[in-house]
Protein backbone atom coordinates (compact mmCIF):
# COMPACT_ATOMS: atom_id res chain seq x y z
CA UNK A 1 0.00 0.00 0.00
CA UNK A 2 1.41 3.13 -1.14
CA UNK A 3 1.17 5.89 1.58
CA UNK A 4 1.69 9.83 1.78
CA UNK A 5 4.67 9.41 3.98
CA UNK A 6 4.88 12.52 6.20
CA UNK A 7 8.17 12.20 7.25
CA UNK A 8 10.17 11.99 4.21
CA UNK A 9 7.82 14.72 2.49
CA UNK A 10 7.37 12.44 -0.50
CA UNK A 11 4.55 13.03 -2.38
CA UNK A 12 4.83 12.40 -6.08
CA UNK A 13 2.70 9.63 -6.98
CA UNK A 14 1.42 8.64 -10.30
CA UNK A 15 -2.22 9.54 -10.49
CA UNK A 16 -3.73 6.13 -10.51
CA UNK A 17 -1.66 4.57 -7.32
CA UNK A 18 -2.56 8.31 -5.59
CA UNK A 19 -4.36 7.07 -2.25
CA UNK A 20 -5.83 10.55 -0.86
CA UNK A 21 -5.74 10.36 3.04
CA UNK A 22 -8.83 10.83 4.81
CA UNK A 23 -8.67 13.19 7.66
CA UNK A 24 -11.62 12.75 9.76
CA UNK A 25 -12.60 16.06 12.39
CA UNK A 26 -16.31 14.69 13.41
CA UNK A 27 -14.97 14.07 17.42
CA UNK A 28 -13.32 18.03 17.12
CA UNK A 29 -15.00 20.46 14.30
CA UNK A 30 -18.10 17.98 14.48
CA UNK A 31 -18.30 18.37 17.61
CA UNK A 32 -18.33 22.27 17.36
CA UNK A 33 -21.84 22.44 15.65
CA UNK A 34 -24.12 24.11 17.84
CA UNK A 35 -25.92 22.33 19.91
CA UNK A 36 -24.11 18.93 19.69
CA UNK A 37 -22.31 17.21 22.38
CA UNK A 38 -21.58 13.46 22.41
CA UNK A 39 -20.69 11.77 25.90
CA UNK A 40 -17.01 10.29 26.62
CA UNK A 41 -18.34 6.81 25.67
CA UNK A 42 -20.04 7.99 22.63
CA UNK A 43 -16.93 9.52 21.55
CA UNK A 44 -15.08 6.15 22.20
CA UNK A 45 -17.48 4.17 20.16
CA UNK A 46 -17.20 6.79 17.43
CA UNK A 47 -13.52 6.69 17.28
CA UNK A 48 -13.94 3.17 17.30
CA UNK A 49 -16.24 2.69 14.09
CA UNK A 50 -13.73 5.78 11.88
CA UNK A 51 -11.43 3.16 12.68
CA UNK A 52 -13.50 0.17 11.43
CA UNK A 53 -14.23 2.54 8.19
CA UNK A 54 -10.41 2.89 7.54
CA UNK A 55 -10.08 6.79 8.17
CA UNK A 56 -6.54 7.42 8.49
CA UNK A 57 -6.34 10.15 11.27
CA UNK A 58 -8.86 11.00 13.66
CA UNK A 59 -8.95 14.61 14.89
CA UNK A 60 -9.89 13.34 18.64
CA UNK A 61 -10.59 16.67 20.35
CA UNK A 62 -8.97 19.94 21.83
CA UNK A 63 -7.41 18.95 24.89
CA UNK A 64 -7.15 22.31 26.22
CA UNK A 65 -10.76 22.78 26.34
CA UNK A 66 -11.23 20.79 29.58
CA UNK A 67 -9.96 17.81 31.73
CA UNK A 68 -12.86 15.76 30.46
CA UNK A 69 -11.72 16.69 26.52
CA UNK A 70 -8.20 16.05 27.76
CA UNK A 71 -9.49 12.80 29.36
CA UNK A 72 -11.68 11.48 26.57
CA UNK A 73 -8.52 12.08 24.05
CA UNK A 74 -6.02 10.03 26.21
CA UNK A 75 -8.67 7.40 26.24
CA UNK A 76 -9.12 7.22 22.42
CA UNK A 77 -5.02 7.52 21.90
CA UNK A 78 -5.62 3.93 24.62
CA UNK A 79 -8.07 2.25 22.60
CA UNK A 80 -4.79 1.35 20.34
CA UNK A 81 -6.46 1.73 17.01
CA UNK A 82 -4.86 1.68 13.72
CA UNK A 83 -5.68 5.23 12.69
CA UNK A 84 -3.16 8.46 13.83
CA UNK A 85 -5.00 10.12 16.50
CA UNK A 86 -4.57 13.94 16.13
CA UNK A 87 -5.14 16.56 18.80
CA UNK A 88 -6.00 20.47 17.95
CA UNK A 89 -3.94 23.14 19.21
CA UNK A 90 -3.57 27.16 18.99
CA UNK A 91 -0.45 27.98 18.74
CA UNK A 92 0.95 28.34 22.27
CA UNK A 93 2.42 25.49 24.27
CA UNK A 94 0.26 25.02 27.05
CA UNK A 95 -2.48 23.62 24.24
CA UNK A 96 0.40 21.88 22.04
CA UNK A 97 1.74 20.05 25.88
CA UNK A 98 -2.25 19.27 26.47
CA UNK A 99 -2.19 17.06 23.04
CA UNK A 100 1.04 15.42 23.87
CA UNK A 101 0.23 14.45 27.52
CA UNK A 102 -2.58 12.34 25.54
CA UNK A 103 0.07 10.71 23.74
CA UNK A 104 -1.27 11.86 20.48
CA UNK A 105 0.13 10.64 17.16
CA UNK A 106 -0.50 14.39 15.32
CA UNK A 107 -0.65 17.39 16.65
CA UNK A 108 -2.44 20.28 14.62
CA UNK A 109 -1.62 23.71 15.04
CA UNK A 110 -3.41 26.79 13.47
CA UNK A 111 -3.12 30.04 13.67
CA UNK A 112 -5.84 32.76 12.17
CA UNK A 113 -3.67 34.20 9.02
CA UNK A 114 -6.47 36.66 7.42
CA UNK A 115 -6.27 39.97 8.09
CA UNK A 116 -9.93 40.41 9.20
CA UNK A 117 -9.05 37.58 11.70
CA UNK A 118 -5.42 38.73 12.89
CA UNK A 119 -6.92 42.02 13.28
CA UNK A 120 -9.89 41.33 15.52
CA UNK A 121 -8.97 38.18 17.14
CA UNK A 122 -5.61 37.83 17.79
CA UNK A 123 -4.16 41.04 17.32
CA UNK A 124 -1.27 39.78 15.73
CA UNK A 125 0.96 40.92 12.92
CA UNK A 126 1.42 38.99 9.57
CA UNK A 127 5.39 38.87 11.11
CA UNK A 128 4.24 37.60 15.07
CA UNK A 129 2.09 35.02 13.06
CA UNK A 130 5.32 33.61 11.13
CA UNK A 131 7.21 33.60 14.19
CA UNK A 132 5.17 31.99 16.29
CA UNK A 133 4.00 29.23 13.28
CA UNK A 134 7.81 28.70 13.23
CA UNK A 135 8.47 28.45 16.68
CA UNK A 136 5.00 25.97 17.54
CA UNK A 137 6.53 23.80 14.60
CA UNK A 138 9.48 23.45 15.71
CA UNK A 139 8.00 22.86 19.40
CA UNK A 140 5.84 19.71 18.18
CA UNK A 141 9.01 18.00 16.42
CA UNK A 142 11.45 18.07 19.17
CA UNK A 143 8.96 16.54 21.46
CA UNK A 144 8.43 14.05 18.62
CA UNK A 145 5.10 14.41 17.18
CA UNK A 146 3.80 14.40 13.35
CA UNK A 147 3.17 18.45 12.90
CA UNK A 148 -0.19 19.41 10.87
CA UNK A 149 0.09 23.66 10.44
CA UNK A 150 -3.14 25.19 9.26
CA UNK A 151 -3.29 28.79 8.35
CA UNK A 152 -6.95 29.62 9.69
CA UNK A 153 -8.85 31.28 6.85
CA UNK A 154 -6.31 30.58 4.24
CA UNK A 155 -9.02 31.45 1.38
CA UNK A 156 -9.57 35.21 2.84
CA UNK A 157 -5.84 35.65 3.54
CA UNK A 158 -3.65 37.03 0.33
CA UNK A 159 -1.73 34.54 -1.08
CA UNK A 160 1.86 36.04 -1.27
CA UNK A 161 1.64 35.84 2.52
CA UNK A 162 0.02 32.89 2.98
CA UNK A 163 2.69 31.24 0.57
CA UNK A 164 5.40 32.53 2.79
CA UNK A 165 3.47 31.42 6.05
CA UNK A 166 3.18 27.80 4.63
CA UNK A 167 7.04 27.80 3.90
CA UNK A 168 7.69 29.06 7.13
CA UNK A 169 6.13 26.21 8.69
CA UNK A 170 7.72 23.93 6.00
CA UNK A 171 11.34 25.04 6.93
CA UNK A 172 10.52 24.54 10.81
CA UNK A 173 9.65 21.12 9.89
CA UNK A 174 5.91 20.58 9.35
CA UNK A 175 4.78 17.09 8.15
CA UNK A 176 1.77 18.63 6.21
CA UNK A 177 -0.02 21.81 5.56
CA UNK A 178 -3.62 22.43 5.89
CA UNK A 179 -5.63 24.96 3.51
CA UNK A 180 -8.70 25.35 5.18
CA UNK A 181 -11.82 27.50 3.74
CA UNK A 182 -12.41 28.70 7.05
CA UNK A 183 -16.03 30.38 6.41
CA UNK A 184 -16.69 28.25 3.55
CA UNK A 185 -16.15 31.53 0.70
CA UNK A 186 -14.34 29.38 -1.39
CA UNK A 187 -15.78 27.87 -5.09
CA UNK A 188 -14.28 24.99 -7.10
CA UNK A 189 -12.54 27.00 -9.51
CA UNK A 190 -10.43 29.45 -7.04
CA UNK A 191 -9.87 26.48 -4.67
CA UNK A 192 -8.13 24.58 -7.51
CA UNK A 193 -6.05 27.83 -8.46
CA UNK A 194 -5.27 28.18 -4.77
CA UNK A 195 -4.21 24.90 -3.93
CA UNK A 196 -1.91 24.47 -7.18
CA UNK A 197 -0.54 27.43 -6.54
CA UNK A 198 0.57 26.21 -2.62
CA UNK A 199 1.51 22.87 -4.03
CA UNK A 200 3.32 24.52 -6.18
CA UNK A 201 5.55 26.51 -3.83
CA UNK A 202 5.94 23.65 -1.14
CA UNK A 203 7.28 20.40 -1.03
CA UNK A 204 5.21 18.82 1.91
CA UNK A 205 1.86 16.93 1.35
CA UNK A 206 -1.23 19.08 1.56
CA UNK A 207 -4.38 18.84 3.14
CA UNK A 208 -7.96 20.52 2.37
CA UNK A 209 -10.73 21.51 5.06
CA UNK A 210 -13.39 22.99 4.15
CA UNK A 211 -16.76 24.72 5.15
CA UNK A 212 -20.62 24.43 3.89
CA UNK A 213 -21.57 27.63 4.19
CA UNK A 214 -22.46 27.92 0.27
CA UNK A 215 -23.24 24.19 -0.05
CA UNK A 216 -19.49 23.98 -1.88
CA UNK A 217 -17.65 21.77 0.87
CA UNK A 218 -17.62 18.48 -0.75
CA UNK A 219 -16.76 20.52 -4.72
CA UNK A 220 -14.29 22.61 -2.98
CA UNK A 221 -12.40 19.49 -1.17
CA UNK A 222 -12.34 17.49 -4.67
CA UNK A 223 -11.47 20.50 -6.47
CA UNK A 224 -8.14 20.63 -3.91
CA UNK A 225 -8.00 17.07 -4.97
CA UNK A 226 -7.49 17.63 -8.11
CA UNK A 227 -4.96 20.75 -7.62
CA UNK A 228 -2.59 18.51 -6.11
CA UNK A 229 -3.83 17.91 -2.12
CA UNK A 230 -3.42 14.31 -0.84
CA UNK A 231 -5.66 14.74 2.08
CA UNK A 232 -9.15 15.26 2.64
CA UNK A 233 -10.62 16.95 6.17
CA UNK A 234 -13.87 15.70 6.70
CA UNK A 235 -16.87 14.89 9.20
CA UNK A 236 -19.45 12.25 9.39
CA UNK A 237 -23.12 13.87 8.06
CA UNK A 238 -21.44 17.19 7.46
CA UNK A 239 -21.30 18.19 10.73
CA UNK A 240 -19.06 21.02 11.81
CA UNK A 241 -19.09 24.73 12.79
CA UNK A 242 -22.45 26.50 11.41
CA UNK A 243 -23.45 24.83 7.93
CA UNK A 244 -20.47 22.07 9.41
CA UNK A 245 -17.38 20.79 7.17
CA UNK A 246 -17.40 18.45 4.17
CA UNK A 247 -19.06 15.10 4.50
CA UNK A 248 -16.96 12.12 4.68
CA UNK A 249 -19.14 10.15 2.20
CA UNK A 250 -19.57 12.43 -0.47
CA UNK A 251 -16.48 13.34 -0.55
CA UNK A 252 -15.15 9.64 -0.28
CA UNK A 253 -17.73 8.67 -2.77
CA UNK A 254 -16.47 11.38 -5.18
CA UNK A 255 -12.80 10.86 -4.68
CA UNK A 256 -13.90 6.86 -5.66
CA UNK A 257 -16.40 6.37 -8.02
CA UNK A 258 -15.91 10.01 -10.08
CA UNK A 259 -12.13 10.75 -9.89
CA UNK A 260 -11.12 7.20 -9.43
CA UNK A 261 -8.75 7.55 -6.66
CA UNK A 262 -8.42 5.30 -3.24
CA UNK A 263 -8.46 6.13 -0.07
CA UNK A 264 -8.01 3.38 2.68
CA UNK A 265 -12.22 3.73 3.62
CA UNK A 266 -14.11 0.43 3.21
CA UNK A 267 -16.82 2.07 1.87
CA UNK A 268 -19.23 -0.97 2.90
CA UNK A 269 -19.38 0.61 6.25
CA UNK A 270 -20.33 3.89 5.07
CA UNK A 271 -23.95 3.76 6.21
CA UNK A 272 -23.68 2.68 9.15
CA UNK A 273 -21.28 5.26 10.11
CA UNK A 274 -23.27 7.69 8.87
CA UNK A 275 -26.34 6.21 11.16
CA UNK A 276 -24.50 6.03 14.25
CA UNK A 277 -23.59 9.55 13.88
CA UNK A 278 -27.15 10.46 13.35
CA UNK A 279 -28.15 8.39 16.55
CA UNK A 280 -25.60 9.82 18.88
CA UNK A 281 -25.72 13.71 17.35
CA UNK A 282 -29.85 13.78 17.13
CA UNK A 283 -29.52 15.52 13.84
CA UNK A 284 -30.99 13.64 11.44
CA UNK A 285 -30.31 12.46 8.10
CA UNK A 286 -32.68 14.59 5.68
CA UNK A 287 -34.39 11.61 3.44
CA UNK A 288 -32.67 13.20 0.36
CA UNK A 289 -29.32 13.71 1.48
CA UNK A 290 -26.85 12.28 -1.35
CA UNK A 291 -25.55 8.58 -0.99
CA UNK A 292 -27.09 7.37 2.85
CA UNK A 293 -30.54 8.95 2.81
CA UNK A 294 -33.42 7.35 2.73
CA UNK A 295 -33.89 8.11 -0.96
CA UNK A 296 -30.71 8.08 -2.07
CA UNK A 297 -31.62 4.50 -4.16
CA UNK A 298 -35.15 4.71 -3.63
CA UNK A 299 -37.96 4.80 -6.56
CA UNK A 300 -40.98 5.69 -7.03
CA UNK A 301 -42.24 6.66 -10.30
CA UNK A 302 -43.16 4.15 -13.02
CA UNK A 303 -40.75 4.98 -15.52
CA UNK A 304 -38.04 5.09 -12.95
CA UNK A 305 -38.74 2.15 -11.00
CA UNK A 306 -39.55 -0.17 -14.08
CA UNK A 307 -35.83 1.20 -15.33
CA UNK A 308 -34.04 0.25 -12.27
CA UNK A 309 -36.06 -3.27 -11.90
CA UNK A 310 -34.73 -4.40 -15.67
CA UNK A 311 -31.43 -2.74 -14.69
CA UNK A 312 -30.18 -0.54 -11.95
CA UNK A 313 -28.01 2.06 -13.80
CA UNK A 314 -30.72 3.45 -15.73
CA UNK A 315 -31.88 5.52 -13.17
CA UNK A 316 -28.80 5.41 -10.77
CA UNK A 317 -25.04 6.64 -11.42
CA UNK A 318 -23.86 3.12 -12.20
CA UNK A 319 -20.14 3.92 -10.46
CA UNK A 320 -21.57 4.21 -7.50
CA UNK A 321 -24.40 1.36 -6.12
CA UNK A 322 -26.08 1.16 -2.42
CA UNK A 323 -24.20 -2.25 -2.10
CA UNK A 324 -21.25 -0.20 -2.49
CA UNK A 325 -21.98 2.13 0.31
CA UNK A 326 -23.62 -0.13 2.77
CA UNK A 327 -27.39 0.64 1.70
CA UNK A 328 -30.12 -0.43 -0.58
CA UNK A 329 -32.24 -0.21 -2.86
CA UNK A 330 -35.80 0.50 -2.93
CA UNK A 331 -39.08 0.63 -4.57
CA UNK A 332 -41.69 2.80 -2.83
CA UNK A 333 -44.91 3.26 -3.69
CA UNK A 334 -46.67 6.47 -3.92
CA UNK A 335 -48.64 8.76 -6.17
CA UNK A 336 -45.98 7.86 -9.23
CA UNK A 337 -45.87 3.83 -9.05
CA UNK A 338 -46.04 2.28 -11.94
CA UNK A 339 -47.81 -1.22 -12.63
CA UNK A 340 -44.19 -2.90 -12.56
CA UNK A 341 -43.65 -1.73 -8.87
CA UNK A 342 -47.23 -3.17 -7.78
CA UNK A 343 -46.45 -6.72 -9.82
CA UNK A 344 -43.27 -6.77 -7.95
CA UNK A 345 -43.90 -6.41 -4.71
CA UNK A 346 -47.34 -8.76 -5.06
CA UNK A 347 -45.54 -11.18 -6.98
CA UNK A 348 -42.86 -11.86 -3.56
CA UNK A 349 -45.60 -12.48 -1.52
CA UNK A 350 -47.49 -15.22 -3.83
CA UNK A 351 -50.39 -12.72 -5.07
CA UNK A 352 -51.16 -12.79 -8.56
CA UNK A 353 -53.96 -10.36 -9.35
CA UNK A 354 -55.98 -10.11 -12.39
CA UNK A 355 -55.06 -7.49 -15.01
CA UNK A 356 -58.23 -5.60 -13.67
CA UNK A 357 -58.10 -6.04 -10.28
CA UNK A 358 -54.28 -4.93 -10.92
CA UNK A 359 -55.73 -1.97 -12.36
CA UNK A 360 -57.75 -1.25 -9.59
CA UNK A 361 -54.77 -1.91 -7.12
CA UNK A 362 -52.87 0.81 -8.97
CA UNK A 363 -55.48 3.49 -8.96
CA UNK A 364 -56.32 3.40 -4.88
CA UNK A 365 -52.42 3.29 -4.42
CA UNK A 366 -51.91 6.35 -6.84
CA UNK A 367 -55.12 8.17 -4.36
CA UNK A 368 -53.63 6.84 -1.30
CA UNK A 369 -50.64 8.80 -2.48
CA UNK A 370 -52.07 11.91 -3.93
CA UNK A 371 -53.26 12.12 -0.39
CA UNK A 372 -49.99 13.02 0.96
CA UNK A 373 -50.02 9.47 2.56
CA UNK A 374 -46.99 7.66 2.60
CA UNK A 375 -48.20 4.39 1.25
CA UNK A 376 -46.48 1.27 3.06
CA UNK A 377 -45.93 -2.22 1.45
CA UNK A 378 -49.06 -3.63 4.37
CA UNK A 379 -51.44 -0.81 2.71
CA UNK A 380 -50.50 -2.49 -0.76
CA UNK A 381 -51.54 -5.60 0.53
CA UNK A 382 -54.40 -5.08 2.10
CA UNK A 383 -55.76 -2.72 -1.13
CA UNK A 384 -54.94 -5.78 -3.05
CA UNK A 385 -57.05 -8.22 -0.58
CA UNK A 386 -60.07 -6.14 -0.68
CA UNK A 387 -59.66 -5.58 -4.13
CA UNK A 388 -59.58 -9.70 -5.10
CA UNK A 389 -61.53 -10.21 -2.33
CA UNK A 390 -58.99 -12.65 -1.13
CA UNK A 391 -58.16 -12.00 2.84
CA UNK A 392 -54.76 -13.16 3.21
CA UNK A 393 -54.26 -16.64 3.43
CA UNK A 394 -52.38 -17.17 6.47
CA UNK A 395 -53.39 -16.08 9.81
CA UNK A 396 -51.98 -13.04 11.76
CA UNK A 397 -48.80 -14.54 13.30
CA UNK A 398 -48.78 -12.33 16.28
CA UNK A 399 -51.23 -10.24 17.89
CA UNK A 400 -50.73 -8.12 20.82
CA UNK A 401 -52.37 -8.85 24.16
CA UNK A 402 -51.18 -5.99 26.89
CA UNK A 403 -49.02 -3.63 27.12
CA UNK A 404 -47.62 -0.90 30.00
CA UNK A 405 -45.51 1.24 30.09
CA UNK A 406 -43.36 3.28 33.27
CA UNK A 407 -41.55 6.63 32.61
CA UNK A 408 -40.97 9.51 34.56
CA UNK A 409 -38.06 11.91 35.52
CA UNK A 410 -36.66 9.10 37.89
CA UNK A 411 -37.45 6.35 36.32
CA UNK A 412 -35.77 3.97 33.48
CA UNK A 413 -38.14 3.70 31.07
CA UNK A 414 -39.78 0.01 30.82
CA UNK A 415 -42.60 -1.55 28.87
CA UNK A 416 -44.10 -4.95 30.08
CA UNK A 417 -45.58 -6.61 27.09
CA UNK A 418 -47.73 -10.02 26.75
CA UNK A 419 -48.56 -11.07 22.71
CA UNK A 420 -50.03 -14.37 21.23
CA UNK A 421 -47.21 -15.64 18.68
CA UNK A 422 -48.94 -18.85 16.88
CA UNK A 423 -51.45 -19.27 19.09
CA UNK A 424 -48.96 -19.12 22.36
CA UNK A 425 -49.21 -16.73 24.46
CA UNK A 426 -45.48 -14.69 25.24
CA UNK A 427 -44.19 -12.09 27.33
CA UNK A 428 -41.56 -9.57 28.14
CA UNK A 429 -40.30 -7.02 30.23
CA UNK A 430 -37.61 -4.59 28.56
CA UNK A 431 -35.75 -0.87 29.81
CA UNK A 432 -35.09 1.61 26.93
CA UNK A 433 -34.17 5.16 26.46
CA UNK A 434 -37.89 5.91 26.00
CA UNK A 435 -40.86 4.01 26.39
CA UNK A 436 -41.31 3.52 22.82
CA UNK A 437 -37.63 2.07 22.38
CA UNK A 438 -38.26 0.10 25.84
CA UNK A 439 -41.50 -1.67 24.09
CA UNK A 440 -40.41 -1.86 20.54
CA UNK A 441 -37.11 -4.16 22.41
CA UNK A 442 -39.96 -5.39 24.44
CA UNK A 443 -41.73 -7.33 20.82
CA UNK A 444 -38.65 -8.14 18.81
CA UNK A 445 -37.38 -9.88 22.29
CA UNK A 446 -40.78 -12.03 22.34
CA UNK A 447 -40.85 -12.35 18.48
CA UNK A 448 -36.66 -12.99 18.20
CA UNK A 449 -37.49 -16.34 20.48
CA UNK A 450 -40.51 -17.33 18.80
CA UNK A 451 -40.42 -17.01 15.29
CA UNK A 452 -36.48 -16.46 14.88
CA UNK A 453 -33.74 -13.86 15.08
CA UNK A 454 -32.67 -11.74 12.24
CA UNK A 455 -35.81 -9.59 11.86
CA UNK A 456 -34.65 -5.99 12.39
CA UNK A 457 -36.08 -2.82 13.16
CA UNK A 458 -35.02 -0.81 9.83
CA UNK A 459 -36.57 2.86 9.68
CA UNK A 460 -39.12 4.10 11.99
CA UNK A 461 -40.44 7.74 11.38
CA UNK A 462 -43.38 9.32 13.71
CA UNK A 463 -45.34 11.76 12.73
CA UNK A 464 -48.50 13.90 14.52
CA UNK A 465 -51.65 14.04 11.95
CA UNK A 466 -53.76 16.47 13.87
CA UNK A 467 -52.46 19.52 16.15
CA UNK A 468 -52.65 19.08 20.05
CA UNK A 469 -51.78 16.96 22.48
CA UNK A 470 -54.35 14.56 21.85
CA UNK A 471 -52.92 14.59 18.29
CA UNK A 472 -53.41 11.29 16.36
CA UNK A 473 -49.69 9.88 15.78
CA UNK A 474 -48.71 7.72 12.55
CA UNK A 475 -45.55 5.37 12.99
CA UNK A 476 -44.38 3.91 9.74
CA UNK A 477 -41.60 1.25 10.12
CA UNK A 478 -39.59 -0.79 7.67
CA UNK A 479 -38.83 -4.11 9.07
CA UNK A 480 -36.17 -6.49 7.31
CA UNK A 481 -35.60 -10.42 7.55
CA UNK A 482 -32.88 -11.87 4.96
CA UNK A 483 -32.49 -8.72 2.61
CA UNK A 484 -36.25 -8.00 2.30
CA UNK A 485 -38.10 -5.03 3.59
CA UNK A 486 -41.60 -4.53 4.54
CA UNK A 487 -43.11 -0.69 5.70
CA UNK A 488 -45.98 -0.58 7.65
CA UNK A 489 -48.00 1.74 9.94
CA UNK A 490 -49.67 1.90 13.26
CA UNK A 491 -51.98 4.83 13.79
CA UNK A 492 -53.09 5.59 17.60
CA UNK A 493 -53.34 8.54 20.13
CA UNK A 494 -50.79 6.93 21.47
CA UNK A 495 -47.15 6.69 20.23
CA UNK A 496 -46.02 3.69 22.13
CA UNK A 497 -49.16 1.37 20.83
CA UNK A 498 -48.76 3.17 17.06
CA UNK A 499 -45.19 2.27 17.45
CA UNK A 500 -45.49 -1.55 18.54
CA UNK A 501 -48.76 -2.10 16.06
CA UNK A 502 -46.77 -0.53 13.26
CA UNK A 503 -44.38 -3.01 13.87
CA UNK A 504 -46.21 -5.94 14.47
CA UNK A 505 -48.01 -5.11 11.02
CA UNK A 506 -44.49 -5.13 9.33
CA UNK A 507 -43.37 -8.76 10.83
CA UNK A 508 -47.06 -10.25 9.82
CA UNK A 509 -46.76 -9.23 6.46
CA UNK A 510 -43.25 -9.82 6.54
CA UNK A 511 -44.08 -13.56 7.78
CA UNK A 512 -46.58 -14.01 4.89
CA UNK A 513 -44.27 -14.35 2.39
O1 LIG B 1 -12.23 25.91 9.96
C1 LIG B 1 -11.07 26.02 10.39
O2 LIG B 1 -10.31 26.90 9.99
C2 LIG B 1 -10.63 25.09 11.42
C3 LIG B 1 -9.18 25.12 11.78
C4 LIG B 1 -8.95 24.78 13.19
C5 LIG B 1 -8.42 24.25 10.84
O3 LIG B 1 -11.41 24.27 11.87
ZN1 LIG C 1 -13.19 24.09 10.63
Aim: charged content about 25%; overall charge negative.
Amino acid sequence: MIKADYHNGEREMHEKDRIIEVFDTTLRDGEQTPGISFTGEQKRTIARQLDRLGVDIIEAGTPITSKEEKEVVQHICDEGLSAKICGLARVLPKDIDACIDCSVDMVHIFVPSSAIQREHTTRMSEEEVKERAYEMTRYVKEHGCICMFSAMDATRTGLDYLIELYKTAEEAGADILNVPDTVGVSEPFSMFKLVEAIHRAVKVPLSIHCHNDFGLAVANSLAAVKAGASEVQVAVNGLGERAGNADLVETVMGLNSIYGLKTNIKTGYLFETAKLIERFSGVQIPITKPIVGENAFSHESGIHAHGVLKRSDTFEPGIMTPEMVGHRRRIVLGKHTGRHSIEKKLSEIGMLPSKEELDEILERVKELGASGKRVTDDDLFTITEVVTGEVSRHERMVTLKELSVMTGNNLIPTASLKAMVRGKECTSAQMGVGPVDAALKAIQEIIGGEIGGGIELKDFRIEAISGGSDALAEVTVGVEKGGRIITARGVREDIVMASVEAFINAVNRLMQG
